[in-house]
C-alpha cells in the first residue's frame, strides 16, 4: 500500500492506483471547476475528455485518471 | 535537445491491433516500436489484464514499447514528435501503422455533466485503475455490447447493476444476437456475460432523459420514470480515434480511415488498422493489425491467406452498426440550455445558429479547449449533421516550453 494526500487527507491505496480513483475514494467529488463554475468529475476514464483534471504536485492540469499515484503525492481538486 | 528514435517499422497505439501489427512485424525485422499513451499496453480493452489472446507474448518483447508517450504532430517526412512526461521525442520510421483505437461516443442531455455521470468504458477504465465500486448502485445507459460487458465486470466487483437501458429497439438487439450466435467464440462470450448478469434488468428501447444528484429519468416506450443511482455510466457506442490519421494527410470515408486490401492508407506507407476503419472490438482488429503487419514488412501471400477472416470481421462491424444505429428521438434530447462543448461550456442554443465547424469555433469557442472536439465533436455531428472538418497540430494539448525547445 502507498500512501497519498487529497486536499491534505491520508488515503492509502494500492500500488498502481490512479490518481483519479484515489480522489473518489477519499470521498471527493468534484475534480475540477468549468469555466462557468460547475462541478465536474472523470468522465472518459481514458484521458481524452482533460474533465479529471486536478493539481498533482504543484503541478496543475494533470489528467488524474491517467497518473498512477506516487507514494507521497499531494493531489489538490477544485472545491 | 530532443530525444530521437529511428525504427523501420513504427506502430502508434498497443491495443489490439497494434500489439497484433507490431508482433507480426518482429517476425520479419527487429526495428519495430510501438508507441503508446497508455502506462501499459493492451489498449483500453485489455486495461489491467494479463491475458492477451491472439497476442503472441514472446514476441513483444522483440518490439520496443514506448508507454506514456502521445503522438502530437508530424513535423515532416517519415516523422512524428511525441511527447514523454516532460520530453519531446522524435520518431523517424520507414513504415507507419496507426492502430490508434477508438473512444465512447457521449450525447449531452440534462444532467450529463455532473460528476456523477461517467463513460461506461469511464466507469470500468476508472475502476480498473483501483477505485472501490462494491455496493454501489449503478445504472448503465447507451447503446452497444460495451454496456453488457461493463455491467458484467462492474457485478463481479460488486456493484448493484440497477438497470441496463439500451437503446436500440428489442428487434434490432435480437437480430444482431443471431449474427452473433453463428460464431462460436462470440457465442461462448455472450454466454459467460449473460450467467454474470442473472437478475439484471436489460431494457432495449430505454434510453435517459435527464440526470439529477442521485437518479436519473429514464424513458421506454413513451413511459418515463426516476430510477436512484450513486452513478449513471451512459455511452452510445465508439467513434474512431482519427486525428493522427487526418493530420497525416490519410483519406477519411464517413469519419473512418480508408484503407486498401493491404491496410494501406491513401498515404503510401501509412497502414492503418482495428477500430479507426470501422468499429467492431477485439477480432477484427487483430486481423487487421496482422494483415497490417504483413504487408508493412513485404509479405502480402501471408497477409492474403487472412482476407476471408477480415471479411467476417468486416461482416460483424456492420452488424454492429445496423443494430445499435443512434434513434433519432436521442438528439432531442438536448435542451437550448444543456451544455454541448464541456471544456469552454457552450451551450447547444448558441452552436445550433451555425452551419458549420470553423463558425461554430469562432463565434462560440466550442471544440476549442483541451479535449480539442474530442467529446463535443461526435455529438455536434449527431446534433447537427456537421462532422469535424479539420485537424491541427498538436493534437494533444502539450506545455509549450516543449514545442519551443528548437526555437
Known amino acids: 500500500m502507498i500512501e497519498i494526500l487529497v486536499n491534505g487527507k491520508p488515503v492509502r491505496v494500492a500500488f498502481g492506483t490512479t490518481v483519479a480513483a484515489a480522489i473518489l475514494m477519499a470521498g471527493e467529488v468534484v475534480f475540477r471547476r468549468s469555466v462557468r463554475g460547475e462541478a465536474r468529475g472523470p468522465l472518459c476514464g481514458i484521458g481524452i475528455c482533460f474533465e479529471c483534471c486536478v493539481t498533482i504536485d504543484g503541478l496543475p492540469n494533470q489528467r488524474s485518471c491517467q497518473v498512477p499515484c506516487r507514494d507521497g503525492a499531494e493531489v489538490v481538486t477544485a472545491c | 535537445m530532443k530525444d530521437s528514435l529511428a525504427c523501420e517499422i513504427v506502430v502508434v497505439g498497443a491495443g489490439p491491433a497494434g500489439l497484433a501489427a507490431a508482433c507480426t512485424a518482429a517476425g520479419r525485422t527487429r526495428s519495430v516500436a510501438i508507441v503508446d499513451g497508455n502506462t501499459a499496453p493492451g489498449g483500453q480493452i485489455w486495461r489491467g489484464e494479463v491475458r492477451m489472446p491472439g497476442i503472441d507474448r514472446a514476441r513483444i518483447s522483440q518490439v520496443r514499447l514506448l508507454s506514456d508517450t502521445l503522438v502530437v504532430d508530424c513535423p515532416g517526412d517519415h516523422s512524428l514528435l511525441a511527447v514523454q512526461g516532460d520530453r519531446a521525442v522524435e520518431i523517424r520510421y520507414e513504415k507507419l501503422i496507426l492502430a490508434t483505437g477508438a473512444r465512447e461516443r457521449f450525447l ?255 463565434q462560440t469557442r466550442c471544440g476549442m479547449g483541451p479535449c480539442q472536439g474530442r467529446v463535443c465533436g461526435p455529438a455536434v455531428e449527431f446534433l447537427l449533421g456537421i462532422p469535424p472538418d479539420s485537424v491541427r497540430p498538436p493534437i494533444f494539448p502539450v506545455p509549450v516550453g516543449l514545442l519551443s525547445e528548437d526555437l
Open chain 2, 108 to 362: 449531452p442531455f440534462p444532467g450529463w455533466t455532473l460528476p456523477t455521470v461517467v463513460g461506461t468504458g469511464g466507469l470500468q477504465a476508472i475502476v480498473k485503475g483501483g477505485m472501490r465500486i462494491a455496493g454501489k448502485r449503478v445504472v448503465i445507459a447507451g447503446s452497444g455490447p460495451l454496456l453488457l460487458a461493463v455491467a458484467a465486470y462492474l457485478c463481479r466487483q460488486g456493484a448493484r447493476i440497477a438497470m441496463i437501458a439500451e437503446q436500440a429497439p428489442r428487434s434490432a438487439v435480437f437480430r444482431f444476437a443471431r449474427t452473433v450466435a453463428r460464431s462460436p467464440r462470440k457465442l461462448l462470450q455472450s454466454i459467460s456475460l449473460m450467467q454474470s448478469l442473472t437478475g439484471t434488468p436489460y431494457r432495449t428501447g430505454c434510453w435517459p432523459i435527464e440526470a439529477v444528484e442521485g437518479a436519473v429519468t429514464l424513458s421506454r416506450g413513451g413511459k418515463t420514470w426516476s430510477e436512484p443511482c450513486d452513478y449513471l455510466a451512459c455511452g452510445f457506442g465508439l467513434v474512431p480515434n482519427t486525428e493522427l490519421a487526418a493530420l497525416l494527410g490519410c483519406v477519411l470515408q464517413d469519419g473512418f480511415v480508408a484503407v486498401d486490401t493491404c491496410q494501406q492508407t491513401t498515404q503510401p506507407g501509412v497502414f492503418c488498422a482495428g477500430e479507426p476503419t470501422g468499429i467492431g472490438g477485439v477480432e477484427p482488429a487483430i486481423v487487421e493489425g496482422r494483415i497490417a503487419g504483413y504487408c508493412a514488412t513485404g509479405r502480402m501471400d501471408e497477409a492474403a491467406r487472412l482476407f476471408p477472416e477480415r471479411d467476417r470481421g468486416n461482416r460483424f462491424r456492420r452488424a454492429l452498426e445496423e443494430a445499435f444505429r443512434l434513434r433519432p428521438e436521442l438528439a432531442g434530447l438536448t435542451g437550448p440550455d444543456t451544455i454541448v462543448c464541456r471544456c469552454e461550456d457552450v451551450t447547444f442554443a448558441r452552436i445550433a445558429k451555425h452551419g458549420n465547424w470553423r463558425a461554430i469555433k469562432l
